[in-house]
């Protein structure tokens, strides 16, 4: 019986943290990471996706601009702060992944409005796509942190609520598990 358990395969996931970066000159402020692997097997993901304006000039408040897809960097992730987070079934994982591609220039629509297609229309969206309700703060949707806090809050039995500065959420994180190719481990 004990040989059964050695045997079965460790259970993975994807887990996605929301995250907020409170106004300065870094965008975007509205953001999720994607972390994990899939159930069904496949390499680990460490990634993030924000969309924000292509180019920060005056245009962003007088209408529409050029939009893009954005993956934050690491010391941007760190100065931020995670608010909460989701397990993943690997269909809302491929669902996220597909409206990504949705806003990214390259593959969808990357039309950019401070006012009805910002970052955090985009993290509405993808938090629509893994089911979470209560999305729909209109006098929000220039307020990453308190729209990111209302979502939590209506939230609170889908979610793990985090509430740390990134540094000290990406402490507690463990490292991802290699991906075994034949014999060989790739080290992350």
Not at 14 to 42: C, I, K, Q
């Amino acid at each position: 019986m004990a040989w059964l358990l050695i045997a079965a395969p460790a259970h993975a996931a994807v887990t996605m943290t929301f995250w907020s970066h409170e106004l300065g000159n870094s965008f975007p402020h509205a953001f999720f990471t994607l972390r994990g692997t899939p159930d069904a097997g496949g390499p680990p993901i460490d990634t993030s996706y924000g969309f924000t304006a292509r180019s920060l000039t005056p245009a962003i408040l007088l209408g529409t601009v050029a939009g893009k897809l954005e993956v934050g960097a690491r010391g941007y992730i760190a100065s931020s702060d995670a608010r909460f987070s989701v397990t993943l079934t690997d269909a809302e994982y491929g669902q996220v992944r597909a409206l990504a591609a949705a806003w990214d220039a390259k593959t969808g629509d990357s039309r950019y409005n401070l006012n009805q297609r910002n970052c955090i229309h985009f993290v509405k969206e993808a938090a629509r796509t893994i089911g979470l309700t209560g999305l729909d703060h209109p006098k929000l949707m220039k307020r990453p942190r308190s729209y990111l806090l209302a979502v939590a809050a209506a939230n609170r039995a889908a979610i793990t609520t985090i509430d740390l500065p990134g540094k000290a959420y990406l402490a507690t994180l463990p490292p991802l598990a290699p991906v075994q190719i034949g014999a060989t481990a790739i080290p992350n």
